[in-house]
């Protein structure tokens, strides 16, 4: 039997990637699957159907209905869209399955198997595969690349007979993928970065990218697999006030804070971004998911009035399609190191003994198969 592997054609406006490249068509095809591209999937990434057709792939029109098989996709399919598929269909891409309660139980009624790829377990083993990661980290390199730009100064000290450039102050909060791919790219160019972080580990994370750890001697608070836990309302406040000397001393401020299933932290009021210099740059990449800074807007750059100027808040959204060619490549090759994990000699085998299979299955053979999402459903449903 072959298995047909369907690759999507993003619908969602600013969405640029796509979940194959030729390179990760070539590798299904060596796994004994067909490939069907959407037309069109990969020009937002730079990626022509001919360069899929030559690859291997076949290309289809995006309304062409989906055959039986695995569907690739990036962004998490809308229940509209899911209810298109045929019974049996296997989706593997993001889902945010805790906001996505309509799209998750419309997979179960239609008897679609579906994998949540940001459900990964973040074990050794999922690390090819780990969309978390890899999106984050160019997240992370972007972050900073925007900051870089509206900032509108070097960040690297510079002497020269003419005078001495002081160096850029960078404060990065939250340290995880995102964060410490900014810390390590800030530093690449010249600024001189500290971060802080609320899990035990991140204090020689910070210093092995050659940031500073700031350490507001609050305490741990991690919900294990190696996330943080939301802090309680008082530990919350005091890390704001401890955090407030240190964003009044910056000149960017980029933060990366969030705690899987919740809102993101706030760790930054408007009173704090008000305190800063004039031509301080905050860019929040959670503006998407409530925000770490108070004020911000995913997609929106504000001038916010500090004494004496103004200081720039960007809220990020969609900021891998910036990268969009980079962030593809990655992207398709987590989901062809995925579907590895479910093909073998040309037929699907799920195998719910393995953690990664059983980690990041929504939905199987009309039910809900991970028990927090379940519940979420039925809180949405009451
Ligand atoms: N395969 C692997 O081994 C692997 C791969 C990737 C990531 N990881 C680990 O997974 C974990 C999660 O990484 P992530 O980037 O997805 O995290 P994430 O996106 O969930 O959160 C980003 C960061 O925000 C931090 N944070 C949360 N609340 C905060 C607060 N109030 N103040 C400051 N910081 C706060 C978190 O601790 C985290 O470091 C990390 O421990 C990372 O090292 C492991």
């Known amino acids: 039997m072959t298995i047909h592997v369907r690759v999507r054609a993003e619908r969602s406006t600013g969405e640029k990637r796509v979940a194959a490249t030729p390179d990760s068509v070539k590798k299904l095809l060596a796994a004994g699957a067909t490939v069907e591209v959407e037309s069109g999937a990969g020009a937002g990434s730079l990626i022509m159907d001919a360069a899929y057709e030559a690859a291997g792939a076949r290309i289809v029109a995006r309304d062409q209905a989906v055959a039986p098989g695995i569907l690739f996709h990036v962004r998490p399919l809308t229940a509209a869209e899911i209810a298109t598929l045929p019974p049996g269909a296997i989706t593997v891409g993001t889902l945010d399955p805790f906001q996505n309660a309509a799209a ?107 940031g500073t750890f700031i350490d507001l001697d609050l305490g741990t608070a991690e919900a294990g697999g190696g996330y943080a836990k939301e802090l309680a309302e008082d530990r919350a406040r005091r890390q704001q006030e401890l955090l407030a000397p240190h964003i009044a001393a910056s000149d960017i401020v980029i933060t990366t804070a969030a705690v899987p299933g919740r809102a993101a932290p706030r760790l930054v009021t408007a009173a704090m971004v008000a305190a800063m210099k004039p031509g301080s740059v905050l860019v929040d990449l959670a503006a998407e998911s409530g925000g770490n800074i108070e004020g911000s807007v995913a997609g929106e750059r504000r001038a916010i009035e500090v004494t004496g100027g103004v200081a720039t808040l960007i809220g990020a959204r969609d900021i891998q399609s910036d990268l969009a060619p980079d962030a593809s490549k990655l992207y398709a090759m987590n989901c062809a190191n995925f579907a590895a994990l479910i093909m073998r000699e040309g037929d699907i085998v799920l195998d719910f003994d393995d953690e990664l299979v059983s980690g990041s299955a929504v939905t199987h053979d009309g039910k809900i198969v991970n028990d927090r999402v379940a519940a979420t459903v039925e809180e949405v449903r009451a």
Request: without cysteine.
């Open 104 to 210: 998750v139980a419309a997979a179960r009624d239609g008897g679609i198997t579906s994998f949540a790829l940001d459900l990964l377990p973040r074990i050794s083993r999922a690390q090819s595969m780990d969309v978390l990661s890899s999106q984050s980290l160019l997240a992370g390199y972007r972050l900073v690349t925007i900051a870089a730009d509206a900032f509108g100064r070097m960040f690297g000290m510079t002497m020269t007979a003419a005078g001495t450039l002081a160096p850029a102050r960078v404060l990065v909060l939250g340290a995880g993928v995102a964060g410490l791919q900014a810390i390590a790219t800030a530093k690449r160019l010249g600024g001189v970065v500290s971060a802080n972080d609320v899990r035990a580990a991140s204090a020689d994370e910070v210093r092995s990218v050659g």
